[in-house]
């Protein structure tokens, strides 16, 4: 795999794929190539003998098939990621280019969530514990006016400088940081 850790190729816009990853890989130029095994596959489509271009396809694919069984090359579908985004909205993993940070059909700028309960942080915030399982942890000293209730309705919207506000209710927003 040379010097590639990690990779988002998109593929008619609707499949990355992405190889050996690593969390601490560095963002690759987009002016590389794409993974050895996918230039492979995509060179057979040059070959005009029928036969030879069959042989070249099988070849490919077995490659690919055996880096996706040693989890060398890994496939998600869009839909796969924004799932995962989902998951991980409001923790600090941008910049990886794991999970294709440029595109901006699958950035996660808010997520609309429902309070499974809540209790105090040390501070005497709230610490809100959505249905998905996720936690958020107030972070200012900004009271709501109407205290949460589990069953109500919240909106958790990216701020600026890695910042994010939960709205309760419709609520004006609370600064809040993802603990889980």
Request: glycine fraction near 12%; charged fraction near 25%.
């Amino acid at each position: 795999m040379g010097k590639w850790r990690t990779i988002g190729i998109c593929t008619l816009g609707t499949t990355i794929l992405m190889a050996s990853p690593g969390a601490t890989a560095p963002k690759p130029p987009k002016d590389d190539p794409p993974p050895a095994q996918v230039t492979a596959l995509l060179n057979c489509r040059g070959i005009a003998d029928s036969a030879e271009r069959l042989a070249c396809y099988d070849k490919a694919t077995a490659s690919i098939g055996d880096a996706v069984a040693k989890r060398d090359l890994v496939v998600f579908d869009r839909e796969s990621v924004k799932k995962t985004k989902r998951g991980l909205f409001g923790f600090a993993i941008s910049g990886l280019g794991v999970f294709g940070d440029d595109d901006d059909e699958v950035e996660i700028k808010q997520i609309d969530g429902t309070i499974a309960g809540y209790s105090h942080n040390a501070d005497g915030g709230y610490v809100f514990r959505l249905v998905d399982g996720s936690r958020w942890s107030q972070q200012d000293g900004k009271p709501l006016a109407i205290p949460p209730q589990n069953g109500d309705k919240v909106i958790v919207k990216k701020g600026s400088l890695g910042a994010y506000f939960l709205s309760v209710a419709r609520q004006p927003g609370v600064k809040v940081k993802r603990i889980n």
